[in-house]
């Protein structure tokens, strides 16, 4: 689609508008592994946790519903999207963080724990795309 990195762009603004919001009025990082750790724990603010996982829920679902689906080469092997998903949330815990925290909210304050983290994001996603297309294709 000749538009896909407009939507980049958009999608890239309103994360940063809405995790600078969330620091100057609520004094807190937005991280999604964080909040989203702190409802299954059951630490800090249960609501606010909760409308802003319903939200990362909702809002792709109206647009979806709007727009349609958006072409992804998503697999639709079941085990692979929950091995994958834990290694995900196994990932964000050891790193103290997921790549909306490190990348958005520690970059954008000069962290050097987010920026190596994010450094980390990227050199392993550049190193497992080699790797996967040298053994699939």
């Known amino acids: 689609m000749p538009l896909d990195w407009m939507m980049g762009l958009v999608g890239g603004l309103m994360i940063g ?15 999604a592994s964080g909040i989203l750790g702190g409802l299954v ?10 409308a802003f996982v319903a939200g990362l829920i909702a809002v792709p679902a109206v647009i979806v519903a709007v727009q ?13 999207v929950v091995a994958a998903g834990l290694l995900v949330g196994f990932g964000t815990r050891l790193a103290n963080g997921c790549t909306s925290g490190h990348g958005v909210c ?3 304050r000069l962290s ?3 920026i190596v ?3 980390i994001y990227l050199l ?10 040298g ?3």
């Open 124 to 133: 392993a996603g550049a190193v497992m795309v080699v790797a996967m297309r």
């Open 17 to 31: 508008t809405a995790a600078a919001i969330y620091l100057l009025l609520g004094g807190r990082v937005m991280g």
């Open 41 to 50: 724990d059951g630490s800090g603010r249960a609501g606010e946790r909760l």
């Open 68 to 80: 349609g689906g958006a072409q992804t080469h998503l697999t639709s092997n079941v085990a692979t």
């Open 112 to 114: 050097p724990r987010g």
């Open 117 to 119: 983290a994010t450094l």
């Open 135 to 137: 053994l699939f294709q």
């Open 106 to 108: 520690g970059i954008s």
